[in-house]
C-alpha cells in the first residue's frame, strides 16, 4: 500500500483529534462515534495491523476508514512531522486497497456507482448541467480571462444552483470576463478521489482536462473549494495546465467596498475544509465580509485552520455513512456558530451550504440563525 513504510510511526498519543487550540474534539468521525479507533491514531493502527496480517478486513474495518470526512483537521494536529503531511493520503490509499478488495460500504458502492455510470451522483443527464444558468444570459466559453465551472452541486443540487447563480452575478458586477462551458462540463472528480477511487478520480480529470485543455483555457474559477482543490492540486499532474482560483478569491481582489447595506448584521463564517486547510485559504472570504459595511463578523471558537468540519467531505455529503443525531458534525457546527450570537452563518462552499442548513432545521435554531451562501449575502449589500 501506498506510505505503507509509515504506518508503524504513530504513536497514539491522540491530538490529532484536537483542534490546535485545543478548544474541543475536531475530528468529525471522532465526534459522531466516540472510539478512538475512529480518529486518525486509531485508523493509522489499524491499518497497519490490516497491513502487517494482524487483522482481517471486513465491514467494520470498511466503516472506520470511509467515515474518515477527508477535513486535514489531524493533518494539522498529528505531532509527528513525516507522518502528519500524509495522513489522509494514507487513509484514502486504504480506502482503495478496500475498494479493490470488494469491501466498499453499501451507500459508497452507490455513490461510486453513480459516477460511473451517470458521471455525476445525482444520476442526472449532462443535457441538464446548464440549467442553473437559466435566464441569466451568460456566454459559453470562448477565449474570455476565466472559465467558471460549476461542478456537480452547482448544477443539480438546489442549494448549490442558488450559490452558482449568485457568484455568477458577483463576478459579473465585480467586472470579470468568464464564460462558461453548460451542458460541456463534467465532475472534476475531487469527492471520487477523497473516497479512495483514484483511478475514476483520474479518468474524470483526463476527460474535463481535456476539454478545458482544447478550449485553450488558461484561468478556472470554481463555484466550490473541493473542485478548487483537485484542479489546482492534483490536475497539473494529469495535463491541467491553467491556473485556478476560488470564486472567493478572484472577487475579493477586486471589491473595496460594497455599496451601503441596510440594518447592521451580525454573520460568523465558517471556514470550507478544501478552501482553508487543504488550500490555505482564510483570508478572501473574510476580505469579501469585511467590505459590507453594517456587517459585523462574528468569529466561533473554532476557525480558521481549527474550523470544524461540517462532515461533508470525503464522500460523505453523498454517502451519509457518517450517520446522523446531535452528534453529527454538521449540528455540532450550527450549535458554535449560534452561540456566536450571529443572526447569519455564512458558507463559501455549496457542499457546506446543504450540510449546515439541514443542520439548522434538525437543531430547531432557524428562529436563531439563518444558513446563507456568501455570493447572495454580497449581492444582497449592493
Ligand atoms: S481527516 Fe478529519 S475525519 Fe479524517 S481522521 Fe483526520 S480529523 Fe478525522
Ligand atoms: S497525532 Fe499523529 S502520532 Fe499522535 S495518534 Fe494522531 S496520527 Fe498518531
Not at 262 to 285: K, N
Request: glycine fraction near 10%; include cysteine; aromatic fraction near 8%.
Amino acid at each position: 500500500m501506498k506510505h505503507e513504510e509509515l504506518l508503524h510511526r504513530c504513536f497514539r498519543c491522540g491530538w490529532c483529534k484536537m483542534p490546535l487550540n485545543y478548544a474541543d474534539f475536531n475530528c468529525p468521525s471522532y465526534l459522531q462515534y466516540r472510539f478512538e479507533s475512529f480518529t486518525a491514531g486509531g485508523r493509522m493502527w489499524l491499518i497497519r495491523a490490516w497491513q502487517q496480517g494482524e487483522l482481517k478486513a471486513g465491514e467494520r474495518l470498511a466503516q472506520i476508514l470511509f467515515t474518515c470526512v477527508t477535513c486535514k483537521n489531524c493533518v494539522q494536529t498529528c505531532a509527528m512531522a513525516g507522518i502528519r503531511e500524509q495522513l489522509v493520503e494514507i487513509f484514502m490509499a486504504a480506502k482503495g486497497e478496500l475498494a479493490e478488495q470488494g469491501l466498499v460500504p453499501p451507500s459508497v458502492r452507490d455513490y461510486l456507482k453513480a459516477m460511473q455510470t451517470h458521471g455525476n451522483p445525482y444520476k442526472r443527464p449532462d443535457a441538464e448541467r446548464a440549467r442553473w444558468a437559466e435566464g441569466l444570459d451568460l456566454p459559453r466559453y470562448s477565449g474570455q480571462e476565466y472559465l467558471f465551472y460549476v461542478g456537480d452541486e452547482g448544477a443539480f443540487d438546489e442549494l448549490g444552483i442558488g450559490m452558482a447563480r449568485s457568484v455568477a452575478r458577483l463576478l459579473g458586477k465585480a467586472g470579470v470576463d468568464f464564460g462558461i462551458l453548460g451542458e460541456a462540463e463534467t465532475s472534476d472528480g475531487n469527492d471520487v478521489r477523497a473516497a479512495g477511487e483514484e483511478s475514476l478520480a483520474r479518468a474524470l480529470a483526463e476527460n474535463l482536462t481535456g476539454k478545458l485543455n482544447d478550449l485553450g483555457v488558461k484561468k478556472v474559477v470554481t463555484l466550490s473549494p473541493h473542485a478548487f482543490n483537485i484542479l489546482k492540486t492534483d490536475y497539473p499532474a494529469w495535463g491541467g495546465v491553467f491556473a485556478v482560483e476560488h470564486w472567493s478569491q478572484v472577487v475579493a481582489r477586486r471589491v473595496r467596498a460594497l455599496a451601503p447595506a441596510g440594518p447592521s448584521l451580525a454573520v460568523t463564517f465558517h471556514d470550507p475544509c478544501y478552501l482553508g486547510r487543504w488550500q490555505g485559504e482564510y483570508e478572501a472570504p473574510r476580505a469579501l465580509l469585511r467590505a459590507v459595511p453594517g456587517l459585523t463578523l462574528l468569529e466561533m471558537p473554532r476557525s480558521r485552520q481549527n474550523a470544524l468540519c461540517c462532515g461533508g467531505g470525503g464522500g460523505n455529503f453523498f454517502t451519509d455513512i457518517l450517520g446522523h443525531g446531535g452528534d453529527q458534525a454538521a449540528r455540532v457546527r450550527v450549535r458554535e456558530a449560534a452561540e456566536t450570537g450571529a443572526a447569519v452563518l455564512a458558507a463559501a462552499c455549496p457542499l457546506c451550504l446543504k450540510m449546515l442548513d439541514d443542520a439548522v432545521k434538525a437543531e430547531g435554531l432557524g428562529d436563531r440563525l439563518a444558513v446563507r451562501d456568501l455570493a447572495t449575502l454580497l449581492l444582497a449589500a449592493r
